[in-house]
């Protein structure tokens, strides 16, 4: 067997393992977006209106135009929670132990990306099976259709996940950052209400709002579950994968965290 696919199943059986002994972490995956579900969305549409039209022009209500918004909400917080456990991990001395071995680093760190993003797509799917009991529902062909959406979406903010842990150094100091990116990506977006609604407020917000990745990984989920394509959004989330795991490789390049410990 290849060691390109022996070190790739060989850290995806440790992801998993590792996901299997935190209950609690899936838990809180679970509970997070079903509180937005459940709670929150009756507030946010009694502000909004029953129906909205989102941009494949159907009526729909609150609950179901935030699903896609949701199911971003658990990719972006697995994202990070992925990222912290490299931090941990850098700190324990697994991570310097794994970068050593005489792979390619790129590909290692691909592979933890791979692993992170395959235990967000489980987590998603999770949340929409009790969504679709709780009533919201999409076409059944979508729920096929989102799984690219949701690797690609998975890939884009684990590999920003990623691009952080090669700057924090100390666990300390991570869940700081984290609930900085966390935050300002998730209500700067359209995962709780459309950018045609953000524009009526400001327009600046709006160009903000248009301007964040997150936004487009929403976006590309959302046409997805409903078995439609949207181009722009998929070539924005790729943009933006690649810019976030370039940078995240360049910071994890061994030389120059060495002249950075050395100045």
């Known amino acids: 067997m290849s060691p390109y696919l022996t070190s790739l199943i060989a850290i995806l059986k440790r992801e998993a393992l590792r996901f299997v002994r935190q209950r609690e972490r899936f ?13 929150f969305a009756a507030g946010f549409r009694a502000a909004l209106g029953l129906s909205i039209i989102p941009p494949y022009q159907t009526y729909i209500t609150y609950e179901t135009y935030i699903v896609p918004g949701l199911c971003g909400m658990v990719l972006l917080f ?49 949340f929409l099976l009790v969504a679709y009991l709780y009533g919201i529902q999409a076409p059944p062909f979508g729920y096929i259709a989102a799984l690219p959406a949701l690797l690609v979406a998975g890939l884009m903010l684990g590999a920003l996940g990623l691009l952080l842990s090669s700057f924090v150094k100390q666990l300390e100091n991570f869940a700081g950052v984290m609930n900085f990116v ?6 700067l977006s359209s995962a709780l209400y459309p950018l045609w609604k953000m524009a009526e407020s400001s327009r600046l917000l709006h160009d903000i709002c248009a301007l964040n990745p997150f936004t487009h990984a929403v976006e590309l989920i959302r046409f997805a579950l409903y078995a439609e394509a949207n181009f722009a959004a998929l070539g924005w989330t790729l943009l933006a994968t690649a810019v976030f795991l370039g940078l995240a490789l360049w910071g994890y390049d061994p030389v120059r965290s060495g002249k950075r410990h050395t100045g």
């Open 78 to 126: 697995n994202g990070m929670q992925s990222s912290f456990s490299l931090v941990y991990d850098r700190e324990m001395g697994s991570m310097k132990l794994l970068l050593t071995s005489p792979l390619p680093r790129w590909w290692l760190l691909f592979c933890k990306l791979l692993g992170a993003s395959a235990i967000s797509i489980l987590q998603v799917y999770t």
């Open 27 to 39: 838990l809180a995956a679970l509970v997070r977006p079903l509180v937005w579900l459940i709670v």
């Open 182 to 187: 966390i935050f300002p990506m998730f209500f």
